[in-house]
Structure formats: structure tokens, C-alpha cells
């Protein structure tokens, strides 16, 4: 649906507080396309509850955008593992190489390098991005006082947060890229045996046991310590979730007893046109910018790496109609011009002041190049901040809704990771009070903050995988299931 803007006028030389009230309601009537009402929140929650249901079936699974993929994880932490592990967590902009120690009735022991992936690497071969892996690890490994804990082949999760489509808990085919990553000859083929292959060819002794989704790590990490986790939630660079599934409803993976922790991979909910009633010509025009325009539509309205790309494209839009920075700073010199000047770091800012108040609003105008901007300024940056903040903050509801809906049980711990959701404000409690909502007065539940799932929790699962084998050093790179 288009967004139902008004012909508006340029205002710029309304000066008259008259016309400053009348310039802040035109800036309603521009931003009400972000406006999603309690109607429309409850409608997207049974067309994403819908998705889910579709992505299980096998018929229905090519017409849906959310694709369920089975991760082969069946079994929740006891809280019992106990082994020294590796993890590698590959997800976005930051690699780290992890050796983690668990110990029963102990908080996990992680020792870590982190490392920036280049865009050169994020956007060049796959042999130079598995290679550039290998030697992360190899040159952590090397750093540590006696070098690895003992010579025999230690397992490694691999936390690899792209959508992958798994037929063991150590095969994963990565299905496409998201977040910026283009890596060549990678789409298709299996990340866990690229990561084997350049771990040996960079002569480390270790044994890949299972591939794992961020979404897992989280789940598994809280898990760990809060048996009713059932959830597993990201909203960070990008948004996803993973939940507990019963089998027999899982019509794409084998077997039919017990459960299994299925990737969810709901960045893509509306691929298939499913959010076209709240799609924007903000949210078009930020698509276009991206490498992978048409893909991710859900995670395009929510993930820290689009938010503050899309509040940009509107405070250009404002600015040319003469809603902001009246009579200042001619448009083709406005900094905000620039794709990139205005982060999900800044959306965080101007929302942690106090209502009412600018102080942290005018620094991050101040830091834009706008060391003077006027009240009416700083009320049209929060107030456009606010509205996209919203509009996330209401389709995560949603989704958790549909997902808690799909499993019907009492009482669920749903486990959060992410620096978005970590950094903003107020985004934990307008969620939690959004489900609330959704789900009615009497159903509980609550949000907990997963510590590090992404090294912790893929330790969890090779350590269980090992204790299962009999042996702290598994060398299965297939087994599981
Ligand atoms: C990926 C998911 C991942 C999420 C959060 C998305 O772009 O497709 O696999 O879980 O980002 O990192």
C-alpha cells in the first residue's frame, strides 16, 4: 500500500508559532504511514503465525517467506555439560574464537580474540573468507599461555548466523546471504565442511561437531540456567527467532518423537508480499540501497542495520518538504545527504532523553553537523525516532506472539541477544507490553537477556554432543541426529 502522505507544500516560510503547530501536524500526517494499529499488530501476528505454519508443511513451504528450517538441536540443556570447547562465531561484522570451559553449577569460563571481518572479505571469495577464519583461530590458539588445553581434537560449535538449510547438526547448506555478506561459491554449500576444510588446511586439529544459528546460541544459553526457555530471540544487526517445535509438526525433517529447535529465519517474513499494507516508500527507497533488495523485508523495518539508514531517508524527506531545519542549511548541503551519517547508535541517543528534554538530542545534531537546531528540531528528530521504534518494537511483538500462539504452552522464558535490543532504551518493555497485549492479561512470560549465546551456547551444544559420544574431544563432523 502506498503511504497515504498529504500534498504538502513546502512550509519553510512559516515562522509564526501558528505555523510551527501546523508544521508539527503536517509531520503527523507525513509519518502516519509508520502508525501500525492494535488492529493491524493482531492481523500481522496470525499472517506471521500463518508463515510459521506453512514453512513446517512440506506442500506449503516455496509459498511461504518464513522458511522453518529444522537445526537438528533436539535437546535443551540439562545444565550438567561439562567440557572445553571452541566456538567460532561468524555473523556479522565481528569474527570471534572463542575456548570456552563448562563446568556444572558454574557460569561458563570464555577466553576470546574478536576480530573485524573487512567488507573486503564480507563482499570477496569464500575461500578467502574461510581462510581468513582458519587463521583467526589458528593465530588464538597460538596466543594462549601452553597453546591448546591438550593435543587431542577438540570440538568446536560454529555459531554462523545466515540462513542455512541443516540435514544434521554439522551439515548446514548456507540458503542465502543476509546483512551485507557476498561472499562467492558459498550459497549452497555446506559451511560446516568449508570451515573443517580450512581449519585442517591451516594444519589446527579440530573437529567441527555442530553448525548453529545465533538464535540457538541464545535459546541454549539461557536454557542452560532457565529450563522454560523456549524461545530464542535476535535483534541485533538483524532480527530473527528460533523456538522449540514439536516433530510430528515438523513435516521437513525426519522423525516424528520429541522436539526440535527450529530457525524460524523471519527477516524474510514478507518476501511474498505479506507486509505490503505497511510497506512505506521509506522502506522501498532504503531496499533499493541494499545489495539484496526484495530479500529480508522484515528485517529491513527492524535490524540495527537498517534503522538508522531508514530515520535518515526520512529526515531527508522532511527536510526537502520544509518540516526540519527551516530556513537553514540549504537542502543539497544537509549532512544527513550522506547514506550512513545517521546510526541505530543515534536512534538509541535521542531516545534515552527523559521526555521533554534534548540534551542528548542536540548532541547527536551536534555530531550530525548541526551544532545550532532549534526545539521544533529536536521534537521532529525524536518524534521520527520514536515513530520507527515503535513500528519495530510492534511487529517483534507480533512475532513472538505468533510463535508463543504456535506453541501453546503456560509460562515461557523467551531468551534475548542482540545490541539493539541490548543498547536502545525502552525497546525491552514496549515489547514485553506488546505481547502482553497480544496474548491477553493472564499469560506469562518474560524476556531474559541471553550473556554471549553466540560462544556460550554453541560450546553447550558440542559439549553435550561430546558427553553424548563419551568423550570431551568428539571427532564426528556428521553425527547427531
Ligand atoms: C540472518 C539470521 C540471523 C539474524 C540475526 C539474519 O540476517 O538471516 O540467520 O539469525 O540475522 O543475526
Given at each position: 500500500m502506498e503511504?497515504q502522505?498529504?500534498?504538502?507544500?513546502?512550509?519553510?516560510?512559516?515562522?509564526?508559532?501558528?505555523?510551527?503547530?501546523?508544521?508539527?501536524?503536517l509531520?503527523n500526517?507525513?509519518?502516519?504511514?509508520?502508525y501500525?494499529?492494535?488492529?493491524?499488530?493482531?492481523?500481522?501476528?496470525?499472517?506471521?503465525?500463518?508463515?510459521?505454519?506453512?514453512?513446517?508443511?512440506?506442500?506449503?513451504?516455496?509459498?511461504?517467506?518464513?522458511?522453518?528450517?529444522?537445526?537438528?538441536?533436539?535437546?535443551?540443556?540439562?545444565?550438567k555439560e561439562?567440557?572445553?570447547?571452541?566456538?567460532i562465531?561468524?555473523?556479522?561484522?565481528?569474527?570471534?574464537c572463542?575456548?570456552?570451559?563448562?563446568?556444572?553449577?558454574?557460569?561458563?569460563?570464555l577466553?576470546?580474540?574478536?576480530a573485524?571481518?573487512?567488507?573486503s572479505?564480507?563482499?570477496?571469495?569464500?575461500?578467502?573468507?574461510?581462510?581468513?577464519?582458519?587463521?583467526?583461530?589458528?593465530?588464538?590458539?597460538?596466543?594462549?599461555?601452553?597453546g591448546?588445553?591438550?593435543?587431542?581434537?577438540?570440538?568446536?560449535?560454529?555459531?554462523?548466523?545466515?540462513?542455512?538449510?541443516?540435514?544434521?547438526?554439522?551439515?548446514?547448506?548456507?540458503h542465502h546471504?543476509t546483512k551485507?555478506?557476498?561472499?562467492?561459491?558459498v550459497?549452497?554449500?555446506?559451511?560446516?565442511?568449508?570451515?573443517?576444510?580450512?581449519?585442517?588446511?591451516?594444519?589446527?586439529n579440530i573437529?567441527?561437531?555442530?553448525?548453529?544459528?545465533?538464535t540457538t546460541?541464545?535459546?541454549m544459553?539461557c536454557?542452560f540456567?532457565d529450563?522454560?526457555t523456549?524461545i530464542?530471540?535476535?535483534?541485533?544487526t538483524?532480527t530473527?527467532?528460533?523456538?522449540?517445535?514439536?516433530?510430528?509438526?515438523v513435516?521437513?525433517?525426519?522423525?516424528?518423537?520429541?522436539?526440535?529447535v527450529?530457525?524460524?529465519?523471519?527477516?524474510?517474513f514478507?518476501?511474498?508480499?505479506?507486509?505490503?499494507?505497511?510497506?512505506?516508500?521509506?522502506?522501498?527507497e532504503?531496499?533499493?540501497?541494499?545489495?539484496?533488495?526484495g530479500?529480508?523485508?522484515l528485517?529491513?523495518m527492524?535490524g540495527?542495520m537498517?534503522?538508522?539508514?531508514?530515520?535518515?531517508i526520512?529526515?531527508v524527506?522532511?527536510?526537502?518538504?520544509?518540516?526540519?531545519l527551516?530556513g537553514?542549511y540549504?537542502?543539497?548541503?544537509?549532512?544527513?545527504?550522506?547514506?550512513?551519517?545517521?546510526t541505530t547508535?543515534?536512534?538509541?541517543?535521542?531516545?534515552s532523553d527523559?521526555?521533554?528534554?534534548?540534551?542528548?538530542?542536540?548532541?547527536?545534531?551536534?555530531?550530525?553537523g548541526?551544532?545550532?537546531?532549534?526545539?521544533?528540531?529536536?521534537?521532529?528528530?525524536?518524534?521520527?525516532c520514536?515513530?520507527?521504534?515503535?513500528?519495530?518494537?510492534?511487529?517483534?511483538?507480533?512475532?513472538?506472539?505468533a510463535?508463543?500462539?504456535?506453541?501453546?504452552e503456560?509460562?515461557?522464558t523467551?531468551?534475548?541477544?542482540?545490541s539493539?535490543?541490548?543498547?536502545?532504551?525502552h525497546?525491552?518493555?514496549?515489547?514485553?507490553?506488546?505481547?502482553?497485549?497480544?496474548m491477553?492479561?493472564?499469560?506469562k512470560?518474560?524476556?531474559?537477556?541471553?550473556?554471549?549465546?553466540?560462544?556460550?551456547?554453541?560450546a553447550?551444544?558440542?559439549?553435550?554432543?561430546?558427553?553424548?559420544?563419551?568423550?570431551?574431544?568428539?571427532n564426528?563432523?556428521?553425527?547427531?541426529?
Amino acid at each position: 500500500m502506498e503511504p497515504q502522505v498529504e500534498a504538502i507544500t513546502n512550509v519553510s516560510n512559516l515562522v509564526s508559532p501558528s505555523a510551527k503547530t501546523e508544521r508539527m501536524q503536517l509531520l503527523n500526517n507525513i509519518i502516519a504511514p509508520l502508525y501500525i494499529s492494535n488492529d493491524l499488530c493482531c492481523t500481522l501476528e496470525r499472517r506471521i503465525r500463518m508463515s510459521v505454519e506453512w514453512g513446517l508443511r512440506l506442500k506449503n513451504n516455496p509459498f511461504t517467506s518464513i522458511k522453518c528450517f529444522p537445526t537438528y538441536v533436539k535437546s535443551l540443556p540439562t545444565g550438567k555439560e561439562e567440557c572445553e570447547c571452541l566456538a567460532i562465531d561468524l555473523g556479522g561484522t565481528n569474527l570471534r574464537c572463542i575456548l570456552v570451559s563448562l563446568k556444572q553449577g558454574r557460569e561458563p569460563v570464555l577466553k576470546e580474540r574478536k576480530a573485524v571481518v573487512p567488507i573486503s572479505v564480507q563482499q570477496g571469495t569464500g575461500e578467502d573468507l574461510f581462510r581468513f577464519v582458519a587463521s583467526e583461530m589458528k593465530s588464538f590458539l597460538d596466543s594462549l599461555p601452553g597453546g591448546l588445553p591438550n593435543d587431542s581434537c577438540l570440538p568446536l560449535g560454529f555459531t554462523f548466523s545466515f540462513p542455512c538449510s541443516q540435514t544434521a547438526l554439522a551439515a548446514a547448506q548456507l540458503h542465502h546471504w543476509t546483512k551485507g555478506f557476498k561472499c562467492s561459491n558459498v550459497e549452497g554449500n555446506d559451511v560446516g565442511r568449508l570451515l573443517s576444510e580450512a581449519l585442517s588446511a591451516a594444519g589446527l586439529n579440530i573437529s567441527v561437531v555442530a553448525v548453529l544459528n545465533d538464535t540457538t546460541g541464545a535459546l541454549m544459553s539461557c536454557a542452560f540456567k532457565d529450563p522454560s526457555t523456549r524461545i530464542g530471540l535476535i535483534l541485533g544487526t538483524g532480527t530473527n527467532a528460533c523456538y522449540v517445535e514439536r516433530l510430528d509438526e515438523v513435516e521437513t525433517a525426519d522423525g516424528s518423537e520429541g522436539s526440535m529447535v527450529i530457525n524460524t529465519e523471519w527477516g524474510a517474513f514478507g518476501e511474498k508480499g505479506e507486509l505490503d499494507i505497511i510497506r512505506t516508500v521509506w522502506d522501498a527507497e532504503l531496499d533499493n540501497m541494499t545489495p539484496n533488495p526484495g530479500q529480508q523485508v522484515l528485517e529491513k523495518m527492524v535490524g540495527g542495520m537498517y534503522l538508522g539508514e531508514l530515520i535518515r531517508i526520512i529526515l531527508v524527506d522532511l527536510k526537502t518538504r520544509g518540516i526540519l531545519l527551516v530556513g537553514a542549511y540549504p537542502t543539497q548541503e544537509f549532512s544527513l545527504l550522506q547514506p550512513g551519517t545517521f546510526t541505530t547508535h543515534h536512534l538509541c541517543e535521542v531516545e534515552s532523553d527523559p521526555l521533554g528534554e534534548f540534551t542528548r538530542c542536540r548532541k547527536v545534531w551536534g555530531k550530525l553537523g548541526i551544532p545550532d537546531p532549534t526545539d521544533e528540531d529536536c521534537f521532529v528528530l525524536r518524534t521520527v525516532c520514536e515513530a520507527v521504534s515503535r513500528r519495530c518494537c510492534l511487529l517483534l511483538a507480533a512475532g513472538l506472539a505468533a510463535l508463543l500462539k504456535k506453541m501453546d504452552e503456560k509460562d515461557v522464558t523467551i531468551a534475548v541477544d542482540g545490541s539493539l535490543f541490548r543498547y536502545h532504551p525502552h525497546f525491552g518493555r514496549k515489547i514485553e507490553h506488546r505481547i502482553q497485549q497480544l496474548m491477553g492479561a493472564g499469560y506469562k512470560f518474560r524476556m531474559l537477556m541471553s550473556e554471549d549465546g553466540s560462544g556460550k551456547g554453541a560450546a553447550i551444544i558440542a559439549a553435550a554432543l561430546s558427553m553424548e559420544q563419551g568423550s570431551c574431544s568428539a571427532n564426528s563432523n556428521q553425527s547427531s541426529n
